[in-house]
């Protein structure tokens, strides 16, 4: 047996890319040091790895405004917050869904109790899925913005944010998409889906360290700064600049986490180079493309395996889209009415297999899937270098409890 059979890559991705590791290691001790605040040659590199990876990550999620307006952040719930707040700073009312994440849903219910902000949260259907006509149906004249999860993190179902886009562009609302479950498995073109305000995490698809995080703040739409001081530049003025990144990013950022992004980047536009063989020369956004079509393939390979075992075992229910929905390789299972921590222990103890029971900080869904009172389910979510080694264990697994 294996020390670990990880299975646990909806919480964080693990392992890593080697590179991911070396260039942090290497970074930071040749470079870690305070960037834009002296004009000395190790400031210069550590500037210009972070101003790379701005453009690194704009390309990456179809963004060709100014890659400035590539925000970092501690993580999603860091960049939720900011964009959450700002655009309800006027008052209003917000959309959001039923399948969100507490990132989302918690700023939601404070705004909701404490400054008396109006939300509709929409519900989604038995698979997972929202109708974007109820996004519309929702929409009102003082509705500030829709927050939406792009995958959820409990049943993998990926929403249509196309469509969802095109109402809310039509409506001229902000839409902001949480893709904490999506990045580094889907291709998504924040242009062509209409996003404008894009939150990520690092930690996750996209392959770096936990602690940093970001979002892309579409240009013309302004967003209050949520914390204010040093930047570096224009230190005079008894404000925050105007001027993006600055505007929304206060104090010292993560160095070695923003390497180890950069060498992600790096190492997803490599992969897609591999993918594409003879195809000449690529850009990154395009090398990165073929890349997620190649991991998202592999992914979806790894769900079907683990999805078709589980549908007709005896005593184990399978929440979600199945097998042919849109969706990401994040699979809720339940064994009979055992609560789902208690199977989560059996499969760490017994068989060495790392998933998360629990509600997976998304009560609604539970609420919605009557799971609450079973403590949530159990999670299984194969990353791109699970093997079928980790698939089977976790099927011999989950049968096994389950007789
Ligand atoms: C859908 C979704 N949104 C937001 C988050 C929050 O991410 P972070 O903890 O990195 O801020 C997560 C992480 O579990 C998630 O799965």
């Not at 964009?83 to 918690?106: D, K, M, P, Q």
């Not at 224009?234 to 993560?254: K, M, W």
């Not at 339940?334 to 208690?342: K, S």
């Amino acid at each position: 047996m294996r020390e670990h059979y990880y299975l646990d890559n909806a919480a964080t991705s693990w392992p890593k890319p080697e590179t991911v590791y070396t260039s942090m290691d290497a970074f930071f001790r040749q470079y870690g040091v305070n960037p834009g605040r002296a004009g000395h040659d190790l400031a210069v590199e550590a500037e210009r790895m972070i101003v790379e990876t701005r453009r690194l990550l704009a390309a990456f999620f179809g963004f060709t405004g100014d890659s400035q307006r590539v925000v970092f952040t501690q993580n999603a719930t860091d960049s939720l917050n900011i964009a959450i707040y700002g655009l309800a700073a006027a008052g209003g009312h917000l959309i959001s869904t039923r399948l969100e994440h507490n990132s989302v849903l918690r700023p939601l219910y404070h705004l909701e109790r404490d400054q008396g902000i109006a939300v509709t949260r929409v519900a989604r259907d038995a698979f997972g899925y929202i109708d974007p006509e109820d996004i519309r149906r929702a929409l009102r004249p003082d509705t500030r913005a829709v927050v939406v999860n792009h995958a959820s993190n409990v049943l993998g179902s990926v929403q249509d944010i196309a469509a969802i886009g095109a109402i809310t562009r039509e409506a001229g609302v902000p839409l902001v998409v949480d893709t904490c479950q999506s990045a580094g498995v889907l291709s998504i073109d924040m242009q062509a889906l209409g996003i404008d305000i894009l939150t990520f995490t690092g930690h996750k698809g996209l392959f770096g360290p936990m602690g940093i995080g970001g979002m892309i703040v579409r240009e013309g739409l302004d967003l209050p700064p949520a914390r204010v001081g040093g930047t570096g530049v224009d230190s005079i003025s008894r404000f925050q600049p105007d001027e993006y990144p600055f505007h929304l990013e206060a104090g010292t950022v993560n160095i070695p986490g923003i390497a180890g992004l950069n060498a992600a980047q790096k190492w997803f536009a490599k992969l897609g180079r591999e993918q594409l063989d003879d195809a000449g020369e690529v850009d990154h956004a395009q090398a990165c493309v073929a890349a997620l079509q190649h991991i998202d393939a592999r992914e979806r390979e790894h769900i079907a395996t683990l999805e078709s075992a589980f549908r007709d075992m005896p005593g184990v229910t399978v929440y979600g889209p199945g097998n042919n929905g849109a969706r990401v390789a994040t699979l809720s299972v339940n064994v009979d009415a055992l609560p789902a921590d208690q199977v989560g222990a059996m499969l760490d103890a017994d068989y060495h297999v790392c998933v998360r029971p629990g509600l997976h900080c998304a009560p609604l869904v539970h609420e919605d899937e009557g799971t609450v009172a079973q403590k949530g389910t159990v999670r299984l979510a194969p990353g791109y270098f699970s093997d079928e080694e980790d698939l089977q264990q976790a099927i011999e697994g989950i049968r096994d409890i389950a007789s």
